[in-house]
C-alpha cells in the first residue's frame, strides 16, 4: 500500500492568516491601550496607518527569516527563537516607519506603548497560528500513521534514564507506530522526576524497582537510555531481565557518539563494552580545540581499529586536513569512507605507504607538512610476534624512528606513540619492541622542539583480533570458548574512551612524557568470556563448552601498568598520570642499539634478533636521571 505524504500546509495560507493576524494585532493593541473609549477613535487613524505599514513591513521580515519555508509539523524551541526574532526585527523597523511617518504629521498623534503591545499580540498570535498547525498535522499524521496497524502486535516499553536521552526515546517511539513499541514508563534515581510525566509517561520509579515494576507493568523490552551510564547500571539491568526473557537495548554510550559512529536516536543490542562500561572522563575541550583545531594531523595505522577511531575523534575538531596513512588499501579507504560520509566537508588526504620506508615518508612529510602526529601503526598480536621477532622488529621499531625522525626533522609541533601495558617488565617479543618505542619518545627530550610523547593503556574492547570477537566467533560456532587460564586478568577499557584520553593527553606533553592513563580494575578473560555467553541468552558450560588451552607463549597471568621503578604523577586530568622512571637510557646509546637490532633484523636470523632485543631492553635503566615533572598544583 502506498503510504500518504505528510501533511504541509501551504504557504499561502499561512501568508493569508498572517495577514488578518497582523490587523488584529495592531487593532488589539489600540484597544488595550485605551480600552475602546474616545482616545481609541482618536488615534484610530493613526492605527489604519500603522496597520498598513505592519501589512507591508511583518510578511517581508518573516519571509527573510524563513518563516514560509518550514514545516511546522516538526516545531520546536528553534522555531519559537525564530519567530520572536522575526517578530522582534520587523517590530523595530515598524516603529521606526510610524514615528517617521508620525514626524510628517499624516495623522494626529502616535500613542508609542502600541508599539510595545503589538509585540508581544504579534509573538503569541505568529507563535500560536504556526503551533496550532502543527497540533493540527500531527493529529492528521497519528491517523495516518495507527490507521491499520494491529496494536495486539505492540509491547509494552520501560525506559531507564529519564533524562533528554530518555525523553527523545519516548518522542520517538510516539511518533514511529509502526515499531509496535509503546513506552508505559520510566525508570530514574533522581527523586525530583519520581511522579512527574514525560510526554505523557510517567516516571514510575527507580532503578532498584526495575524487577517490580516489569511484573506490575507487564513490561516486553526495556531500553537503557542513559549514554553516560556505567557497567554497573547495564549489568543491573541485563540481570533484572536475562531471567525473565525480556530483551534489552541500550543507546550508544558516550564514546561511540563522540566518535560520530552512530547518532543519539538509535537503538542497539547490549554488549559486553556495555557491561564494561565507566563513568565518562571529562574532556577539556578548549586544550583539545586549540591542539587539534585548523591544524594538519597524520594518523599512522589509520586503517587499524585504534587509528579509524582516532580518526572519527579527531575530525569533530575541524583539523584543516586530515591525513590517512596506513599499509592496506582496503581499510585505508574503509577510514575514509566513514569519514566522508560523516564529515563531507574536512580535507582528508589517503596515504597507502609503508612506515618502513623512510624515503616515503620523507617525501609525504615534506609535502603535507603534518603539524600533529598520531603513530598506531603497528603489529600487535603477541603469539604472532613470538614467531616472527624480525618482522615485529622491522614494523614496531624501525616504523616508529622512521616516523618520529620525519616528525621531528619536519617541524610537527606534537608526536604522539601509542604504546600499551605489555611494554611494562615485557615478556613478549611485541612488548619488548613497545618498550623500545617508550624509551625512543623519553630520549627526545631537549632533543627536538617537536614534543612527543607516548600513552600506555591496556586492551580495547572490540579490536580487530582481539578477544572479544574472538570469543564471539567461538559463540557463533556453538564453541567451544578457548579461555587459555581462568587466573588470566586484563585491563580492558573501550576504544572511544581510550582514543578520547589519547587525545586529551596530546594537550597536556610538554615532551618526553611517558602518560599511562586510568584503566580501572583488572578483568578476569573467564568472567568476559561467561558474560558474552550469558548476553546471548545462553547457559555456560551447557548451551556453549568452555575449554581451557594453557597460556601462550609471551603471555603473561596479568598485566601491569608501571614497571619496577616507576611511579605515576597526577596531571590536570584525572583519568590520565604522568610515569616518573628516575632513570632514562642515554639518547646516543639507545640509537647504537636500535641500529644493531634493526640490521639484524634484516638478516632474518631470530635467534640473533631475540638476543639483541632483550639486551637493548636490559639496558632500559641506564646512566641519565629521567626529568621529573613539577608538581600539580
Given at each position: 500500500?502506498?503510504?500518504?505524504?505528510?501533511?504541509?500546509?501551504?504557504?499561502?495560507?499561512?501568508?493569508?492568516?498572517?495577514?488578518?493576524?497582523?490587523?488584529?494585532?495592531?487593532?488589539?493593541?489600540?484597544?488595550?491601550?485605551?480600552?475602546?473609549?474616545?482616545?481609541?477613535?482618536?488615534y484610530?487613524?493613526?492605527?489604519?496607518?500603522?496597520?498598513?505599514?505592519?501589512?507591508?513591513?511583518?510578511?517581508?521580515?518573516?519571509?527573510?527569516?524563513?518563516?514560509?519555508?518550514?514545516?511546522?509539523?516538526?516545531?520546536?524551541?528553534?522555531?519559537?527563537?525564530?519567530?520572536?526574532?522575526?517578530?522582534?526585527?520587523?517590530?523595530?523597523?515598524?516603529?521606526?516607519?510610524?514615528?517617521?511617518?508620525a514626524?510628517?504629521?499624516?495623522?494626529?498623534?502616535?500613542?508609542?506603548p502600541?508599539?510595545v503591545?503589538?509585540?508581544?499580540?504579534?509573538?503569541?498570535l505568529?507563535?500560536?497560528?504556526?503551533?496550532?498547525?502543527?497540533?493540527?498535522?500531527?493529529?492528521?499524521?497519528?491517523?495516518?500513521?495507527?490507521?491499520?496497524?494491529?496494536?495486539?502486535?505492540?509491547?509494552?516499553?520501560?525506559?531507564?534514564?529519564?533524562?533528554?536521552?530518555?525523553?527523545l526515546?519516548?518522542?520517538?517511539?510516539?511518533?514511529?507506530?509502526?515499531?509496535?513499541?509503546?513506552?508505559?514508563?520510566?525508570?530514574?534515581d533522581?527523586?525530583?522526576?519520581?511522579?512527574?510525566?514525560?510526554?505523557?509517561v510517567?516516571?514510575?520509579?527507580?532503578?532498584?524497582?526495575?524487577?517490580k515494576?516489569?511484573?506490575?507493568?507487564?513490561?516486553?523490552?526495556?531500553?537503557?537510555?542513559?549514554?553516560?551510564?556505567?557497567?554497573?547500571?547495564?549489568?543491573?539491568?541485563?540481570?533484572?531481565?536475562?531471567?525473565?526473557?525480556?530483551?534489552?537495548?541500550?543507546?550508544?554510550?558516550?564514546?561511540?557518539?563522540?566518535?560520530?559512529?552512530?547518532?543519539?536516536?538509535?537503538?542497539?543490542?547490549?554488549d559486553?563494552?556495555?557491561?564494561?562500561?565507566?563513568?565518562?572522563?571529562?574532556?577539556?575541550?578548549?586544550?583539545?580545540?586549540?591542539?587539534?583545531?585548523?591544524?594538519?594531523?597524520?594518523?599512522?595505522?589509520?586503517?587499524?581499529?585504534?587509528?579509524?577511531?582516532l580518526?572519527?575523534?579527531?575530525a569533530?575538531w575541524?583539523?584543516?586536513?586530515?591525513?590517512?596513512?596506513?599499509?592496506?588499501?582496503?581499510?585505508?579507504?574503509?577510514?575514509?569512507?566513514?569519514?566522508?560520509?560523516?564529515?563531507?566537508?574536512?580535507?582528508?588526504?589517503?596515504?597507502i605507504?609503508?612506515?618502513?620506508?623512510?624515503?616515503?615518508?620523507?617525501?609525504?612529510?615534506?609535502?603535507?607538512?603534518?603539524?600533529?602526529v598520531?603513530?598506531?601503526?603497528?603489529h600487535?598480536?603477541?603469539?604472532?610476534?613470538?614467531?616472527?621477532?624480525?618482522?615485529?622488529v622491522?614494523?614496531?621499531?624501525l616504523?616508529?624512528?622512521?616516523?618520529?625522525?620525519?616528525?621531528c626533522?619536519?617541524?610537527?609541533?606534537?608526536?604522539v606513540?601509542i604504546?600499551?601495558?605489555?611494554?611494562?617488565?615485557?615478556?613478549?617479543?611485541?612488548?619488548?619492541?613497545?618498550?623500545?618505542?617508550?624509551?625512543?619518545?623519553?630520549?627526545?627530550?631537549?632533543?627536538?622542539?617537536?614534543?612527543?610523547?607516548?600513552?600506555?593503556f591496556?586492551?580495547?574492547?572490540?579490536?580487530?583480533?582481539?578477544?572479544?570477537?574472538?570469543?564471539?566467533?567461538?559463540?557463533?560456532?556453538?564453541?567451544?570458548?578457548?579461555?587459555?587460564?581462568?587466573?588470566?586478568t586484563?585491563?580492558?577499557?573501550?576504544?572511544?574512551?581510550?582514543?578520547?584520553?589519547?587525545?586529551?593527553?596530546a594537550?597536556?606533553?610538554?615532551?618526553?612524557?611517558?602518560?599511562?592513563?586510568?584503566?580501572?580494575?583488572?578483568v578476569?578473560?573467564?568472567?568476559?568470556?561467561?558474560?558474552?555467553?550469558?548476553?546471548?541468552?545462553?547457559?555456560?558450560?551447557?548451551?556453549?563448552?568452555?575449554?581451557?588451552?594453557?597460556?601462550?607463549?609471551?603471555?603473561?597471568?596479568?598485566?601491569?601498568?608501571?614497571?619496577?621503578?616507576?611511579?605515576?604523577?597526577?596531571?590536570?586530568?584525572?583519568?590520565?598520570?604522568r610515569?616518573?622512571?628516575?632513570?632514562?637510557?642515554?639518547?646516543?646509546?639507545?640509537?647504537?642499539?636500535?641500529?644493531?637490532?634493526?640490521?639484524?633484523?634484516?638478516?632474518?636470523?631470530?635467534?640473533?634478533v631475540m638476543?639483541k632485543?632483550?639486551e637493548?631492553?636490559?639496558?632500559?635503566?641506564?646512566?641519565?636521571?629521567?626529568?621529573?615533572?613539577?608538581?600539580?598544583?
Amino acid at each position: 500500500m502506498k503510504s500518504k505524504p505528510v501533511p504541509n500546509i501551504r504557504n499561502r495560507y499561512l501568508l493569508l492568516g498572517d495577514l488578518i493576524l497582523i490587523v488584529l494585532s495592531v487593532m488589539g493593541s489600540y484597544a488595550l491601550r485605551f480600552e475602546l473609549g474616545n482616545l481609541f477613535f482618536f488615534y484610530l487613524p493613526s492605527a489604519y496607518w500603522m496597520a498598513g505599514a505592519a501589512l507591508i513591513i511583518k510578511p517581508l521580515v518573516y519571509y527573510f527569516f524563513g518563516m514560509y519555508r518550514r514545516m511546522w509539523i516538526y516545531a520546536s524551541t528553534r522555531e519559537v527563537v525564530l519567530i520572536v526574532s522575526a517578530v522582534a526585527t520587523s517590530s523595530v523597523i515598524l516603529s521606526a516607519v510610524m514615528v517617521a511617518l508620525a514626524s510628517l504629521r499624516l495623522f494626529v498623534g502616535f500613542p508609542r506603548p502600541v508599539l510595545v503591545f503589538d509585540f508581544f499580540l504579534s509573538v503569541v498570535l505568529a507563535g500560536g497560528l504556526r503551533f496550532v498547525l502543527r497540533l493540527l498535522a500531527e493529529n492528521r499524521v497519528n491517523q495516518v500513521l495507527y490507521s491499520g496497524l494491529d496494536r495486539r502486535r505492540t509491547q509494552k516499553v520501560l525506559i531507564v534514564g529519564a533524562g533528554d536521552a530518555g525523553a527523545l526515546v519516548v518522542r520517538e517511539l510516539q511518533k514511529n507506530p509502526q515499531l509496535y513499541l509503546t513506552p508505559v514508563g520510566f525508570l530514574d534515581d533522581n527523586p525530583s522526576k519520581l511522579k512527574q510525566q514525560i510526554y505523557g509517561v510517567p516516571v514510575i520509579g527507580t532503578l532498584s524497582d526495575l524487577t517490580k515494576v516489569i511484573d506490575q507493568t507487564g513490561a516486553d523490552q526495556v531500553i537503557i537510555a542513559i549514554p553516560s551510564a556505567p557497567g554497573r547500571v547495564v549489568r543491573l539491568v541485563a540481570e533484572a531481565c536475562r531471567p525473565k526473557g525480556i530483551p534489552f537495548r541500550t543507546m550508544p554510550g558516550i564514546y561511540e557518539l563522540l566518535g560520530g559512529k552512530v547518532s543519539v536516536s538509535r537503538l542497539r543490542e547490549v554488549d559486553i563494552s556495555d557491561l564494561l562500561r565507566r563513568e565518562p572522563a571529562h574532556i577539556e575541550e578548549e586544550l583539545v580545540g586549540a591542539t587539534l583545531g585548523g591544524r594538519v594531523v597524520l594518523v599512522t595505522g589509520a586503517g587499524g581499529s585504534i587509528g579509524r577511531e582516532l580518526c572519527r575523534q579527531i575530525a569533530r575538531w575541524g583539523p584543516s586536513e586530515l591525513i590517512v596513512l596506513g599499509h592496506g588499501e582496503n581499510s585505508i579507504f574503509e577510514t575514509l569512507l566513514e569519514i566522508e560520509e560523516n564529515f563531507p566537508s574536512l580535507p582528508i588526504i589517503p596515504i597507502i605507504a609503508d612506515i618502513r620506508d623512510l624515503d616515503r615518508l620523507n617525501i609525504i612529510f615534506d609535502e603535507l607538512r603534518p603539524q600533529v602526529v598520531f603513530h598506531t601503526a603497528a603489529h600487535k598480536h603477541v603469539p604472532l610476534m613470538e614467531e616472527h621477532p624480525d618482522e615485529a622488529v622491522r614494523v614496531n621499531v624501525l616504523g616508529t624512528v622512521n616516523v618520529v625522525d620525519a616528525a621531528c626533522h619536519y617541524g610537527a609541533d606534537r608526536f604522539v606513540f601509542i604504546s600499551t601495558d605489555k611494554a611494562v617488565n615485557p615478556t613478549s617479543i611485541m612488548g619488548a619492541t613497545k618498550r623500545l618505542g617508550e624509551l625512543l619518545v623519553s630520549s627526545l627530550y631537549g632533543e627536538s622542539h617537536t614534543r612527543c610523547t607516548a600513552v600506555r593503556f591496556g586492551n580495547v574492547l572490540g579490536s580487530r583480533g582481539s578477544v572479544v570477537p574472538t570469543f564471539e566467533r567461538q559463540i557463533d560456532m556453538g564453541g567451544p570458548l578457548t579461555v587459555t587460564h581462568p587466573e588470566m586478568t586484563r585491563y580492558f577499557m573501550s576504544i572511544g574512551e581510550a582514543v578520547s584520553l589519547t587525545i586529551q593527553a596530546a594537550t597536556l606533553t610538554e615532551g618526553g612524557d611517558l602518560f599511562v592513563l586510568d584503566m580501572g580494575e583488572q578483568v578476569r578473560i573467564e568472567e568476559l568470556a561467561l558474560r558474552l555467553v550469558r548476553l546471548r541468552g545462553l547457559r555456560p558450560g551447557v548451551d556453549i563448552p568452555v575449554k581451557y588451552i594453557g597460556i601462550r607463549p609471551g603471555e603473561k597471568l596479568r598485566e601491569e601498568l608501571l614497571g619496577e621503578g616507576e611511579r605515576q604523577v597526577p596531571t590536570a586530568h584525572p583519568a590520565i598520570f604522568r610515569v616518573c622512571s628516575g632513570q632514562k637510557m642515554r639518547r646516543l646509546t639507545l640509537r647504537r642499539q636500535i641500529e644493531e637490532l634493526i640490521d639484524l633484523a634484516q638478516t632474518q636470523n631470530n635467534g640473533l634478533v631475540m638476543a639483541k632485543l632483550w639486551e637493548t631492553v636490559g639496558c632500559a635503566s641506564m646512566e641519565v636521571p629521567h626529568r621529573v615533572p613539577a608538581p600539580l598544583n
